[in-house]
């Protein structure tokens, strides 16, 4: 088929290209998580005027929108921040909870975003939810299907082609996600500024530090579609040594 043909002699023309666009989201999701990391730890030093921690931001937020049975906890760690449906719960990192910075209010405002998205039944959302339970499953046990399936390609290269179809499931999951997080920062930003937590002199530094949290869901959807289409490639490689 000229279409197979045409993919296959652009297969062993462009290895390299593909190489070198693979180092380069490598890098550059080295960098945007520096860049996270130093922007969070700049804001989270710039204190709110009104001194609301970020468990105060949240409930406030959450009750502006209407929002009374999403509860706000505190969890472990260091930006484990999440919402989480099933259990209607905000969970903000102990650091972000007890925080009366920008950075806190940035993060519990986002993750207030969600709970508003899921309140008002979001598409994009329900989408990622709905995927949740098989890209769970294909996590699992993806990297073993293809681990395997490289080594018996010329044996079974089926079991590497279902390997690829969960590594695309999961692929999918990751370009779902960015709406998703996108929309949720842009709700944060909007009410930070509407119910004037923040002050304009550092409600720029809210909006920055969203704006460099999507930066990694970006990066990391570009991953694991040119992951993907490494395993394409390899697969057509290995069907094609058949012929």
């Given at each position: 088929m000229p279409v197979i043909r045409l993919l296959l002699l652009?297969?062993?023309t462009d290895m390299l290209t593909y190489w070198i666009i693979?180092?380069?989201?490598?890098?550059?999701s080295y960098l945007v998580q520096a860049n996270l990391q130093r922007k969070f730890k700049k804001y989270a030093?710039?204190?709110?005027?009104?001194?609301?921690?970020g468990r105060e931001v949240a409930e406030k937020m959450l009750r502006d929108n209407g929002i009374y049975d999403v509860q706000v906890t505190s969890t472990p760690g260091h930006l484990t921040d999440h919402y989480n449906p099933v259990t209607k719960t905000v969970n903000l990192s102990e650091s972000v909870y007890a925080s009366d910075s920008v950075a806190a209010a940035a993060v519990a405002a986002h993750e207030c975003?969600?709970?508003?998205?899921?309140?008002?039944?979001?598409?994009p959302l329900q989408?990622?939810?709905?995927?949740?339970?098989?890209?769970?499953?294909?996590?699992?046990?993806?990297?073993?299907?293809?681990?395997?399936?490289?080594?018996?390609?010329?044996?079974?290269p089926g079991l590497l082609f279902?390997?690829?179809?969960?590594?695309?499931?999961?692929?999918?999951?990751?370009?779902?996600t960015l709406p998703v997080e996108i929309d949720a920062s842009r709700r944060a930003c909007a009410w930070l500024d509407s119910a004037r937590i923040t002050a304009p002199q550092n409600h720029?530094?809210?909006?920055?530090?969203?704006?460099?949290?999507?930066?990694t869901y970006v990066v990391a959807a570009?991953?694991?579609l040119a992951t993907l289409v490494y395993y394409i490639m390899i697969f057509l490689g290995g069907s094609r040594d058949e012929e």
């Open positions: 652009f297969i062993q693979f180092i380069a989201i490598a890098l550059a030093a710039v204190p709110l005027d009104s001194r609301l921690t975003g969600h709970a508003i998205q899921h309140a008002h039944a979001y598409g989408l990622r939810s709905a995927l949740v339970p098989v890209v769970s499953f294909a996590s699992n046990w993806v990297q073993w299907i293809i681990l395997i399936g490289l080594f018996t390609i010329n044996i079974f279902f390997g690829i179809v969960l590594f695309a499931l999961t692929t999918l999951f990751s370009f779902v720029p530094m809210a909006v920055d530090a969203l704006r460099s949290a999507a930066y570009l991953g694991s």
